[in-house]
Every structure is written in structure tokens, then in C-alpha cells.
């Protein structure tokens, strides 16, 4: 049973435009979720996260939006920028229970 | 400061081998977690570590993985008698504690290859 969902394994956007990454879950007990970025050759490394109280976070140019009773969040990232482009995971966490990495989306900003 | 690093970067073995993994922490961290990513696939969970606490060992895939800590330092992951399914980035992240959803800080991982 895959508890997150990333059904895009793949999205290109011009540069300046908006990125939407989308990520869903099953799983109604999350207290948190976590988007990561990841360059070839790198560990993941955190980019904003979201509590499940909350249904918008924002952080410069990266927005998470939750939408609890869709079981569905979402990354904008506006503008795009061509370091943008990295493998972009979605990650959901219960207390007491352990981190659900979804599947990943490969971003690709166009110049 | 040092961020979570990984040793070796690369290993390559052969099938039947047995090979061990390095993770060094961030230094206070005492959550730590080891994922592998196959080709193509999400972060698949194997083990994670809290102080002294018992580790949860759920996400092992079989009885020839193993991994160890010693307090909230050094972590090795053991996998014995590989087999080419094996091969995979083995990624550790580290966190200052796992019950509110801590950040975790990913090491570069080791790409293991099995022939």
C-alpha cells in the first residue's frame, strides 16, 4: 500500500513560470509533511514542510498548500528558476511512526 | 558545520559478498534513519535509531540486513550474502529528535552495486 503518492514522475516548466508539484496520501493520521529536493549524486535536502493544521505555507518563492479533506497537497514554485531542476519528494509523518517518502517527481526548468 | 556524511560514496561487490555501510551523523542528532532508493523507486525505509532506545527494524527487506549504533554516534548498515535485488543508494539522515517531525538531514549516500 504506497501511503504517498507522487503520480507525476516527471514535469517540465518554463523558467519564470509556475511549478506545481502534487502529492497525495492516504494516510488521515499524518501530522506533518515534508517536501525535499534532490540533485544527482546528492541526499535529499529539506525544503518546506507543513503541519496538518495548517493549509498553506510559504517560504520565499516555495508554497505548500494542504488540502486535508482531499487528502492532497501541493509545491508552487514561482518563479521557476533553472536550479530549480531536482528530483522533488513528498513526505508524510505520524508521531510515533515513521517518515513516507513518495515516489518523486523529476522537475525540469527550461531556460 | 559537518552534515551527515557516508562511507564508502561507491561500492561495488560481488553476489554472495558481504558489504558494510557507514553513517556519521550530525553531531547531538539522536534520531537516525537509513532509507535505499532503488532505480527509479521512492525512499524506502529500513531502520531508524533513537538514543538508546530499541531500534525499529520494520523496513528491513530480509534477515541478511542488519545495522548498528552505538549510543548516538557512528551507525553501520551490514547487508550479508548479497544479492543483485541489493543494489540501490543507501541513504542515512540524521535529526535532533523524531517525535515532532524533526527535519531530517541527509547524508550523500552509497551506491551499491551488486554483480
Known amino acids: 500500500d504506497q501511503q504517498v503518492k507522487q503520480n507525476s514522475p516527471s514535469l517540465s516548466v518554463q523558467e519564470g513560470r509556475i511549478s506545481i508539484l502534487n502529492c497525495d496520501y492516504t494516510?488521515?493520521?499524518?501530522?506533518?509533511f515534508l517536501w525535499y529536493k534532490k540533485y544527482p549524486a546528492e541526499g535529499p535536502t529539506f525544503l518546506i514542510s507543513i503541519s496538518s493544521i495548517k493549509d498553506k505555507n510559504e517560504d520565499g518563492r516555495f508554497t505548500v498548500f494542504l488540502n486535508k479533506s482531499a487528502k492532497h497537497l501541493s509545491l508552487h514554485i514561482v518563479p521557476s528558476q533553472p536550479g530549480d531542476s531536482a528530483v522533488y519528494f513528498c513526505a508524510g509523518f505520524a508521531v510515533g511512526q515513521n517518515f513516507v517518502f513518495g515516489p518523486g517527481t523529476r522537475l525540469s526548468v527550461l531556460p | 558545520g559537518a552534515g551527515v556524511s557516508q562511507s564508502p560514496s561507491n561500492k561495488v561487490t560481488e553476489k554472495g559478498k558481504d558489504v558494510e555501510l557507514r553513517c556519521d551523523p550530525i553531531s547531538g542528532h539522536t534520531a537516525l534513519y537509513w532509507y535505499r532508493q532503488s532505480l527509479g523507486q521512492g525512499l524506502e525505509f529500513l531502520i531508524y535509531f533513537q538514543g538508546n532506545s530499541a531500534p525499529d527494524k520494520s523496513g528491513l527487506p530480509s534477515d541478511r540486513f542488519s545495522a548498528e549504533r552505538t549510543g548516538e554516534s557512528v551507525s553501520t548498515l551490514t547487508i550479508q550474502r548479497t544479492q543483485q535485488e541489493d543494489s540501490a543508494v543507501y541513504l542515512c539522515?540524521?535529526?535532533?529528535?523524531?517525535?515532532?517531525?524533526?527535519?531530517?538531514?541527509f547524508g550523500p549516500g552509497t551506491r551499491l552495486l551488486v554483480l
Open positions: 494516510n488521515s493520521m499524518f501530522d506533518y
Open positions: 539522515a540524521s535529526s535532533l529528535m523524531k517525535s515532532s517531525g524533526e527535519t531530517q538531514y
